[in-house]
C-alpha cells in the first residue's frame, strides 16, 4: 500500500485561541493584509485578530470586499492593494468566501499571471497566511485549494498548488454563535460531502478513511443540534472540528461527482454551495451504491445509517428542494461531464448517470 499524505498546517484549536496564541502570527511577518467579509466585524474574529496584531506590533490593512463565492475581479483588487501597502503576509478571517480569496491574493501579490489566474503556474513566492474560519463547513484553512468564479467557462474553477496551504489555522467555535441558521446547515454538508467524496475518491487513503469516519462522526453526532437549530458552544466546536478534519481529506484526495456537479447550481441559480452539495448528496450516495456497494457500506457504518434514513435526514435540513426542468438538468449533466472531479470517483458516471443523479436530486 503505497501512498503520500501531506498536510503542513500547524491547527490550533480552542476557545481565544487567537488571543492566546497571538504569537504564533508574529512569525509570518510585520504588516499584515487581512481579507475578509463583513461579518467578521461582528462575530468578534476580526478583534480577536486585530487584538493580536496590536500585541505584537504588526501593522495591518483591512481588506473586507470580499463577495459570497470570490470574482477574479476581487482577488486582483486585493493583490493591487497588498502591493501598494507593502503586505508580507495575509490573515484571512470568514467563510470559504473569504479563505480562498486570501489565497489568490497571497499568490498574486507575489506573483504576475498575465495568461490569467486559472492557467497560470503557481510558484513558491506566495505571502505566508494564516486562516481564521468564521464557517464550519468548507476546510479552506487546511486546504491547498482557492475556489474563484470562472465567468469564461461560466463555473466555479479550483487554482490548487502546495504553496496555497495556510501555515496557521486557528479554530475557535465561538465566532460561529452568531452564523445564521441557513448557513450553519449549509457549511456542515459542505463538510459531511467532503468527508464522504473523499472515502469514493481514487485517491482515499487509510489515513483520509480514517480522518473522513472521525469527521463524518463529530457531524452526524451534531445532526439533533443542526435540525432544531440549538447550539452550545461544543457542538459549534465539534462542527468546526468535522469541517477541519474534512478539508484534510480532501487536501490528499480531492472532491468528485457531488461538487463537480454542484458548480453549476451555484454558477446559475447562485445556490450556496454547501446546499447545493446536500441537494446531491443522497442521490449519488445510491448511484454509487448500485457499482460499489461495500464502500457504500463503510459510508453508511460511519454515518450510522442505511441510504434512506440518510435521504430522509438531509431532506429534513434542506426543507423544500430546488426544481429544475429537464432540458436544464440535462445541460448541467453535460457540464459535470467534462469537470475533472468526475474522473476523481471510483464509480465511473457517465453523463446519463449523472443526469439521473440530477433528476432524482431536482427534478420537476
Ligand atoms: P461564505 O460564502 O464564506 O459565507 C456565507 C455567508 O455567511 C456570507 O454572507 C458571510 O458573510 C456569512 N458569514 C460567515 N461567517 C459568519 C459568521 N460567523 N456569522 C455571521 N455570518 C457569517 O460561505 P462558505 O460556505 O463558508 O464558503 C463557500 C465558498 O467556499 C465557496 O466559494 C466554495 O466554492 C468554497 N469552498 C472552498 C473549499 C476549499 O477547499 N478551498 C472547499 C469547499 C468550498 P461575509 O463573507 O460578508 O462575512
Ligand atoms: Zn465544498
New binding site residues.
Partial sequence: MDFQYYMPVRIVSGEDCVKKNASLLRTLGKNVLVV?????A??G?LEDAVFAFNMNGQKYTIYDR?P???TVACVEEGARIAREVGADCVVAI???????AA?AIAMLARQDAPEGIFAHAITDDVLPMAHI???A????EV?P???ITNDEKQT?T?ISAPSLFPVYAFLDGK??A???QN?TV??AL?ALS?AVEGMLSVRATLITDALARESIRLLTGEYDSLLNANYTSQSRQNLLLGSTLA?MV??NTG?TVV?GMGYSL?YFHDV???RANGLLLPAFLAECNRKAPQRVGQICDALGMDLETFSKKVAALLGKREEYSDTELADFARRASVNKNIKNCIVHFSEEELLRVLKRSLGV
Fill in positions: 475578509t467579509g463583513k461579518s467578521s461582528k462575530n474574529a470580499v459570497n463565492n470570490p470568514g467563510g470559504g468566501s473569504p479563505m480562498d489565497k474560519p468564521t464557517t463547513g468548507t476546510g479552506s486546504t485549494y482557492s475556489i466555479k479550483s465566532y460561529m452568531s452564523l445564521p448557513v449549509n457549511t459542505d467532503h478539508g480532501i487536501a472532491t461538487h451555484t450556496p454551495h454547501g
